[in-house]
């Protein structure tokens, strides 16, 4: 088979497990490769290069003599550490495990800066209700994060939440307005963009042409 046919087959087959995880409850076993390749009609090489992407990705966990099992997607699912200039730091990336142009835009441009500045890139997705300890655990468990860049899910910071952020002892840099920090938070940034001075200096550009 032509390569590119394999590669649009091996795309077709993964698009096809992801979609059935929907109906499928976190830490449910998956059939083992071998069936689904009987199942799907392709080869066994095929579903075990699409299951290790999956693994890569945070879509599955993969126990040795045990199976194949639906992870939980809130997890660190990237790590570059060898385009570091300074090996053993790095900068910790969280944001909503959905696709947003928003989200991968300001991504692409934080793992810029990190390594521009000689600093490894985690990425981390964050599910839907999360209370962000699952962030605290990782900085707690590593001494070479610097610092965490956090874009919040919507009304998910409460006071508590800040605190708790606040008390990892790293900066944390909120891509997001969020109007109940407290004084205390000495390790909590906020940046985002101003809509509305941007609208008014658009329309400045339009009236002065």
Not at 25 to 46: I, N, P, Q
Not at 96 to 102: H, L, Q, T
């Amino acid at each position: 088979m032509p390569k590119e046919k394999k590669n649009i087959a091996h795309q077709r087959i993964k698009a096809l497990l992801i979609d059935s995880f929907s109906a499928m409850e976190l830490g449910d076993k998956l059939r083992s490769d071998r069936d689904l390749a009987e199942d799907l009609g392709v080869a066994y090489l095929t579903i075990n290069r699409v299951m290790r992407e999956l693994e890569w990705e945070g879509y599955v966990e993969r126990r040795p003599r045990r199976g194949t099992f639906l992870a939980s997607r809130e997890r660190t699912v990237t790590k570059d550490q060898d385009t570091g200039l300074s090996r053993g730091k790095c900068v910790l990336f969280a944001h909503p495990d959905f696709y947003s142009y928003s989200y991968w835009i300001r991504m692409k441009k934080a793992e810029e800066n990190a390594v521009k500045r000689g600093l490894g890139f985690l990425e981390y997705r964050i599910n839907p209700g999360t209370d962000y300890t699952g962030i605290a655990d990782i900085v707690k468990q590593r001494d070479d994060i610097m610092g965490v860049v956090l874009f919040p899910l919507p009304e998910s910071l409460d006071k508590p939440t800040l605190n708790m952020l606040n008390a990892m002892g790293v900066p944390v840099v909120l891509l997001s307005p969020v109007s109940n920090i407290e004084k205390s938070c000495k390790n909590i940034f906020t940046v985002c963009p101003d809509w509305y001075k941007a609208g008014y200096e658009m329309l400045d550009r339009l009236y002065s042409k």
